[in-house]
Each structure stands twice: as C-alpha cells, then as structure tokens.
C-alpha cells in the first residue's frame, strides 16, 4: 500500500546520469524541522537524493546539516522560492520526483511586528512551487503546515475537516499557502498533500521559540519572559516524530488529503517553564518574568492526529524524556547557538522584549 514505487520509480532529465537516483526537492531544508527531515531520508532511504534549496533567512543554518556535508546523495541550492526563475531552474536541471515545503516564516511574533515577509514566502513562495510542479507533473507536492490555521480550539481537538480560522499574521500566511495547495490539486490536477504539525521541539531550533529561548536564558542565569498568565496550551511534538510523520504521509498518505501530525503531549506554557527551571537548575521565584501579553494570542491548539495514527505513523518520543535531553543538547551545543544569540537574534530579542516590558 502507497505511493514509495511510484516515488522513486520516475526520474527524468539531464542530470539523472550525474544524480544517479530518484530527486526530492526539499525547500527551507537548513531550517529547524527541514534539517532533521533532510537527515532522515538521507538516513533511511539510500534510493533518494535530496536537493536543498533554502534562502538562508536568519531561520537558516548550514550548521544544521554539518554532519552530511560532501554527502554524495546530497546538493544545497541557495535560492529564494519567491524567485520563479532559480525555482525553475532547478527543475530544468533534472527532474524532482517530490517536493517537500518546509521554507517559510515561522515566528509568530515576528509575524506580528512585520507581515509583509510572511506573506511573501509563506503565499507568493507556496505559489511558485506548485507551479512547477504542474509543469514538471511531479508526483508529489507535500505542504508542511501548522495546528495554528485552526486558530484558537476552546474545546476539543482540531480535526482536518474543520474549518480553518487562522488568527496571526503567520497562522493567515499559512492557510493562504493551505488553500493555494488544496485549490492547485482541484484546478490543475497537481499531486498534493498537506501536514499540519503541532508545536515542535528538539535540536537546532532557533532560539526565538519558547523552549529553545527559555533554555537558552536560562543557561545564561537570565530569567524567562512568560507572556501573560502563561496557561496557554500547547501541544508538543519531538522534531524526529515531526519529520518521520511527514515521511510516512509523503509515502502513504492520500493526494489531496491533509493529515494532522500532533504530539499528544498537552502543556501549559507554565508547566513547561517550570521543567526547564528545574532541568537547569534555576527557581521560580528569580527567574520568572510575566511580561504583556501577545496581542491575539491563541489561548489553545490540541490536534486530533487519528487520521495519521490510521496511516501507521504514531510519535515514538516521550515527552519528559525529549524535554531533558533537548535541554541537555543546548547545554552542550553553545557553539551552535551562542552565535546566533549574540548575532541577529539579541537585536530581535530586544525590540520584541522591549515593547513587552515587565507585568
Ligand atoms: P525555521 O524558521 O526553523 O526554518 C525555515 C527555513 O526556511 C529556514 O532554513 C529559512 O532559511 C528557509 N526559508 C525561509 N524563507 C525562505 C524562502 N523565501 N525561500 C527559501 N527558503 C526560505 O522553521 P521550522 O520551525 O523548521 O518550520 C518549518 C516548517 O514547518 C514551516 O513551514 C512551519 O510553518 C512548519 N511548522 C513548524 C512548527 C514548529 O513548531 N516549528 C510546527 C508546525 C509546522
Ligand atoms: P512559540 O514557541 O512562539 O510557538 P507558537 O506561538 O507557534 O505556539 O510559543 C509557544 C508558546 O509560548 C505560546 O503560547 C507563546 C508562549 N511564549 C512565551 O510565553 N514567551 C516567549 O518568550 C515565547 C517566545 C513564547
């Protein structure tokens, strides 16, 4: 049952001789979730190549991929999927028999403070892909989105049928990419699918979000800003069930189906702050700090990912368990992301932090 043979099975064009192998494109692969995606397949599918094309936005780390650099099955393009003619350009080399889209804008506080860019990559980008892969008739296109196009989910848990109430400019970003994908598979006939994945943790990621930035702090005896009464919740998934659900779904799953990827792991923003106070040995009483609120915050996201279950994909990593060992990977990784916190991301973290001020 589904689609691996007719995955790998057509490869056409130039470079097939010097490729060698079935070609999957993978966009925004220097990113947190596309990295771990991109060492998975090189890992477990010794048939595919994967040609990488990300912009390297500030979200973009060749560190990420060290380890597979010189890779024979493995190629970086540094390209803009805004920029239809290097998109373009890549296929007339040699023919991509699956497109995974990861690139995007992915923070939505950034997204708060300037939109514009989200709606570049997240839409216009989303756009320039899919067609070509009308025009290449690739065999399949694969959109990675977000629990947040359902918006806030007062009771219950988000099914891929509901109705999309976005809330964010980021969250507006990704159903428009959403709705382009769905709506090209109807018009054209294109080969799509969509996961929409739940909050994601692990390695590498940006210290921006709420875990890596909190551990990050933390490490550094700085406190953490809390946004609000910090009950939000959230669902939390490993970055390896992540990117393994969404090789089971590019490999099973139905065209023009969506296929929710969720943790099953349901926190509060202040449970998981006072786990990471205690994996880093600091307390609550000095290194909390309950700052302004996000403006429309979403209160709730909970996925119901039955339909993945039924697939056959389930998340493998226990929470507690992954929670501990990514904050012991950030402790032993600083050269990793003391950089990157030094570097573009402190003059980020002071106008967002700023404007929030103390509570
Ligand atoms: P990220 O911000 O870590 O990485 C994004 C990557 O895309 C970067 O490498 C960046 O350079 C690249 N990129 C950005 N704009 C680009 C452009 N115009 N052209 C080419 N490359 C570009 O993001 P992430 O957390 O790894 O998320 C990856 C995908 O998963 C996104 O589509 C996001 O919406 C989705 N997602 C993320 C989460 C999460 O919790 N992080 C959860 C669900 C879904
Ligand atoms: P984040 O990691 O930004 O992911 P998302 O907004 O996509 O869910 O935030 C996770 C939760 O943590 C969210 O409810 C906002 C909250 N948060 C804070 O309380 N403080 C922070 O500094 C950040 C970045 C997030």
Redesign the pocket.
Known sequence: MGFQNDLVGTVRGRKQAELGTPVWLVTGGAGFIGSHFVKLVLRERPEITVLNLDALTYAGNLENLAEIEGHPRYRFVHANICDASAVNGVFEECAISAIVNFAAES???RSILDPEEFLRTDILGTHVLLEAARRQQTNRFLQVS?D?VYGHVAHGASREDDPIAPRSP?AASKAGGDLQVLAHGTTYGTSVMITRGS?TYGPNQYP????P??VTNLIDDEP?????D?L?I?DWLHVEDHARGILHVLEHGELMNVYNIGGGNART?MEITKRLLDLCGRSKGTHIRH?LD?PG??RR?ALDASKAHSLGWRPRRDFEQGLEETAAWYREHESWWRPIKSGGCADYYRTQ?AERGAR
């Open positions: 923070h939505v506080d977000t947040e980021y909050n921006e979000k709420l875990i930035l909190f953490v800003p809390v946004y609000g910090g939000q959230r923003n700052v996000r915050h979403d996201y932090y």
